[in-house]
């Protein structure tokens, strides 16, 4: 689950009411660039964990929902600006980000980070290495904290690309991505060391949605309930059961 660091708390005044109380479309806004929560597939469509929890909410939510594609970095302000109702794109619950926006209850567990690094290079000394992260996440901030030097991108498969040139030692982004990079048996290889940072995922939505977020919560928790949501869990390989 990615962790987006807020760029300014300047986005709370500007928040839209367009959209509070009733909703006759509920457009749901994801990245579409990080599998397995979400990806477009070859017929150009959003695809994931999150389109198959996202449709299901809404079914249960008695919704109807469109989905949106919005860049990582400005997925907040263009929620906060009515461009669309709700962000579901990996985004874990954060202190920071609930002072911007709010959050339904979390559909999954915290997700560990992890290192992906070229192999041959397992010995690495993160501390002082070069380490790649998706700009504006909670990995980023991890990074320039740990002392290591911090070498940011605007997309996920930039930092792959940048173990692969030789530009970063390391890529610090969520295990659940990382994983199935590293399985393909190529160049790329995992590190034992993991990194628990952030909470688990939840819907963003504006905080003059409260009904909205009501409807959203009911239906996080009847899946839960039933179990439905711990099989799409496991079936995309998200992270622990609830």
């Given at each position: ?7 300014t ?19 749901m ?45 400005s997925?907040?302000?263009?929620l ?24 339904t ?6 997700d ?30 991890f990074v ?24 970063a ?7 659940s ?5 590293a ?12 990194e ?21 919560n ?17 079936k995309?390989?998200?992270?622990a059961?609830?």
């Open positions: 689950m990615k962790k987006l660091l807020l760029g708390a300047a986005l709370a005044v500007t928040a839209s009411v367009a959209f509070a109380g009733s909703h006759s479309v509920v457009r806004g994801t990245e579409g660039a990080y599998p397995p929560y979400n990806f477009i597939n070859d017929a150009g469509q959003v695809d994931g964990f999150e389109r198959e929890l996202g449709d299901e909410l809404c079914k249960r939510a008695e919704l109807t929902c469109e989905w949106v594609t919005n860049e990582w970095d997925i907040i302000p263009n906060v600006s009515g461009n669309y109702d709700t962000i579901i794109a990996g985004m874990s619950i954060t202190a920071e980000r609930d002072e911007v926006i709010d959050f209850q979390n559909y999954t567990q915290p560990p980070s992890a290192y992906l690094v070229m192999a041959g290079n397992e010995g690495v000394a993160l501390e002082g290495a070069v380490i790649a992260a998706q700009t504006n996440t909670i990995q980023a901030s320039a904290e740990m002392g290591a030097t911090l070498l940011e991108f605007a997309s996920p498969d930039e930092t792959i690309a940048a173990v692969r040139n030789g530009e030692d390391a890529v610090l982004a969520d295990k991505f990382l994983t199935p990079i399985d393909e048996g190529g160049d790329l290889v995992m590190l034992e060391r993991e628990l940072i952030g909470g688990g995922v939840g819907m963003g939505l504006r905080e003059s949605d409260g009904e909205l977020k009501e409807k959203f009911a239906a996080i928790q009847s899946m839960k309930d039933d179990g439905s949501l711990n099989t799409l869990i496991a995309w390989e998200i992270g059961a609830f």
